[in-house]
């Protein structure tokens, strides 16, 4: 049995039990809110003739946890939607519990009961908030263990390698959080989908797909290819029904960025309006360069000190340079000289195409474990990211970013393919979203997906996410060699 299938973790994960589960907090808000209005007496004393047990209040219970449930399915929110954000959520339960308020406030006006408080009823609606808000955020954490364990997961293929593909791709890989594993990917032309991106394997043609699929345990299929092959879109469902496997279809409008298109209405006419606007220009790109400075100047008493003491020690173990500079290609391609700690041997350039070979790395972005040029000082700042402090100083020249694609050297730039260029597009960075999702341990392939993706969906929060997830990353020393 694979681990989506699993009985007990899909109904965690699909939301069955949901319903039941907010039925309870919304009874346990009514008790807490009766607590605070009979017992506490919050806001307002209760006078002696309006003192009430908490049973006449049962039968408002139901109706109001029977309204929320009406609503909440009709709004999907017992839906599994793995694109869809906390806040999402915490929108949509505010909607339904306003609703199943005035609902009960309505009908206890026209019930005229002898006792009825309208102030507890408040508090029910503040506690159900809370209550549901903050359920759906420790599901979302149990969700995220679980599919770290591969329960949960769903095992996708993607069939189309054109700009839609890759841009699915590009997504799957970036968002792991929503409990996709991307497998592999297809196309109808065997020659486009020939190569591996990274761990993504590359298989050719969609001749045996069926097979393909039992062999890869494939759990989900996504069809990009162009709606102009829509008799092979159709077989391609087919296969994907008769092998037990899920199946969408993302239409040719979708070879633009979400971002870009706007959904309107003309008199019930649904209209995509094109927007243009790059996340990279004019405003957003002011505001980005602000932060970076920002952040650096009030980081620098710490910083300071910092390379003060790391310094010391780089020139106490060996007596060589403080400073290592090298020659790197930064946005549009320019090329600039990166400021790091030195961690290796004086020589240490001059071995890099040996241990290239030796180690049979790709040369677009070789690392390797147990690199015999690294000091003992090296090790240590290596370990902790301390040796790329420096690049501070690129980013105050406005070379670079606090985050971005890191920028590759030129040998590197060489050996790319054209898309890999995209992620040439902006200007590189200290960290990123590959260095939070593996750092060394991600292939070159899914770290060019993961810098585009970024570069396509960039935003003040998003950078802001990243430097937040990049702190536990370098304390923990993950994928760091």
Same mark, same amino acid.
């Given at each position: 049995?694979?681990? %989506? #299938?699993?009985?007990?973790?899909?109904?965690?994960?699909?939301? %069955?039990?949901?319903?039941?589960?907010?039925?309870?907090?919304?009874?346990?808000?009514?008790?807490?809110?009766?607590?605070?209005?009979?017992?506490?007496?919050?806001?307002?004393?209760?006078?002696?003739?309006?003192? %009430?047990?908490?049973?006449?209040?049962?039968?408002?219970?139901?109706?109001?946890?029977?309204?929320?449930?009406?609503?909440?399915?009709?709004?999907?929110?017992?839906?599994?939607?793995?694109?869809?954000?906390?806040?999402? #959520?915490?929108?949509?339960?505010?909607?339904?519990?306003?609703?199943?308020?005035?609902?009960?406030?309505?009908?206890?006006?026209?019930?005229?009961?002898?006792?009825?408080?309208?102030?507890?009823?408040?508090?029910?609606?503040?506690?159900?908030?809370?209550?549901?808000?903050?359920?759906?955020?420790?599901?979302?954490?149990?969700?995220?263990?679980?599919?770290? +364990?591969?329960?949960?997961?769903?095992?996708?293929?993607?069939?189309?390698? *054109?700009?839609?593909?890759?841009?699915?791709?590009?997504?799957?890989?970036?968002? +792991?959080?929503?409990?996709?594993?991307?497998?592999?990917?297809?196309?109808?032309?065997?020659?486009?989908?020939?190569?591996?991106?990274?761990?993504?394997?590359?298989?050719?043609?969609?001749?045996?797909?069926?097979?393909?699929?039992?062999?890869?345990?494939?759990?989900?299929?996504?069809?990009?290819?162009?709606? +102009?092959?829509?008799?092979?879109?159709?077989?391609?469902?087919?296969?994907?029904?008769?092998?037990?496997?899920?199946?969408?279809?993302?239409?040719?409008?979708?070879?633009?960025?979400?971002?870009?298109?706007?959904?309107?209405?003309?008199?019930?006419?649904?209209?995509?309006?094109?927007?243009?606007?790059?996340?990279?220009?004019?405003?957003?790109?002011?505001?980005?360069?602000?932060?970076?400075?920002?952040?650096?100047?009030?980081? %620098?008493?710490?910083?300071?000190?910092?390379?003060?003491?790391? *310094?010391?020690?780089?020139?106490? !173990?060996? *007596? @060589?340079?403080?400073?290592?500079?090298?020659?790197?290609? @930064?946005?549009?391609?320019?090329?600039?000289?990166?400021?790091?700690?030195?961690?290796?041997?004086?020589?240490?350039?001059?071995?890099?195409?040996?241990?290239?070979? #030796?180690?049979?790395?790709?040369?677009?972005?070789?690392?390797?474990?147990?690199?015999?040029?690294?000091?003992?000082? @090296?090790?240590?700042?290596?370990?902790?990211?301390?040796?790329?402090?420096?690049?501070?100083?690129?980013?105050?020249?406005?070379?670079?970013?606090?985050?971005?694609?890191?920028?590759?050297?030129? !040998?590197?730039?060489?050996?790319?393919?054209?898309?890999?260029?995209?992620?040439?597009?902006?200007?590189?960075?200290?960290?990123?979203?590959?260095?939070?999702? *593996?750092?060394?341990?991600?292939?070159?392939?899914?770290?060019?997906?993961?810098?585009?993706?970024?570069?396509?969906?960039?935003?003040?929060?998003?950078?802001?996410?990243?430097?937040?997830?990049?702190?536990?990353?370098?304390?923990?020393?993950?994928?760091?060699?």
């Amino acid at each position: 049995m694979k681990p %989506s #299938e699993q009985p007990t973790s899909k109904r965690i994960l699909t939301g %069955s039990l949901l319903p039941l589960l907010d039925a309870g907090l919304v009874l346990l808000a009514f008790v807490l809110a009766y607590f605070a209005r009979y017992e506490l007496q919050l806001i307002r004393a209760v006078l002696e003739f309006n003192q %009430s047990a908490f049973e006449p209040y049962l039968p408002y219970a139901v109706i109001y946890i029977v309204w929320l449930y009406v609503n909440y399915r009709g709004m999907g929110l017992y839906k599994a939607n793995r694109g869809r954000s906390w806040l999402d #959520e915490v929108y949509t339960i505010i909607n339904g519990v306003t609703n199943a308020t005035v609902v009960t406030l309505a009908l206890s006006f026209f019930l005229q009961p002898l006792v009825f408080s309208r102030l507890m009823m408040i508090y029910v609606a503040a506690i159900t908030i809370m209550l549901l808000a903050v359920s759906r955020g420790v599901i979302r954490i149990v969700r995220a263990r679980l599919r770290r +364990r591969g329960i949960g997961v769903q095992r996708v293929m993607v069939i189309g390698a *054109g700009e839609v593909g890759q841009s699915v791709m590009r997504v799957l890989v970036a968002r +792991r959080d929503m409990g996709y594993q991307l497998v592999a990917y297809v196309d109808t032309d065997p020659a486009l989908a020939s190569t591996d991106l990274g761990r993504v394997k590359g298989l050719g043609g969609i001749t045996d797909l069926g097979t393909l699929l039992r062999e890869h345990a494939i759990d989900f299929v996504i069809i990009t290819i162009p709606w +102009r092959q829509n008799e092979t879109i159709i077989d391609l469902i087919n296969i994907c029904q008769k092998a037990g496997v899920e199946v969408s279809i993302i239409p040719d409008v979708f070879q633009l960025n979400l971002r870009q298109v706007q959904v309107e209405a003309l008199d019930g006419i649904p209209l995509l309006r094109m927007n243009a606007q790059l996340p990279f220009k004019g405003t957003s790109r002011v505001l980005k360069r602000l932060l970076d400075i920002a952040l650096v100047v009030l980081a %620098s008493p710490v910083l300071l000190l910092i390379l003060l003491f790391v *310094g010391l020690a780089i020139k106490l !173990e060996d *007596g @060589g340079a403080v400073f290592y500079t090298a020659e790197r290609v @930064g946005e549009h391609g320019k090329h600039f000289k990166m400021f790091k700690f030195r961690s290796m041997i004086p020589n240490a350039d001059q071995m890099r195409a040996k241990l290239t070979e #030796e180690h049979g790395d790709d040369p677009r972005r070789p690392k390797f474990k147990d690199d015999p040029r690294i000091t003992r000082v @090296g090790k240590f700042i290596r370990r902790t990211s301390i040796d790329e402090l420096p690049n501070l100083i690129n980013v105050m020249l406005g070379q670079m970013s606090l985050v971005g694609p890191r920028p590759p050297t030129p !040998e590197e730039v060489a050996l790319y393919d054209q898309w890999h260029m995209q992620r040439l597009a902006v200007k590189p960075g200290m960290t990123g979203l590959w260095q939070i999702s *593996g750092r060394s341990d991600i292939p070159f392939d899914e770290m060019c997906l993961l810098d585009i993706y970024y570069i396509e969906n960039w935003s003040m929060g998003l950078d802001a996410q990243i430097l937040m997830l990049t702190i536990p990353r370098v304390l923990l020393r993950q994928g760091v060699y």
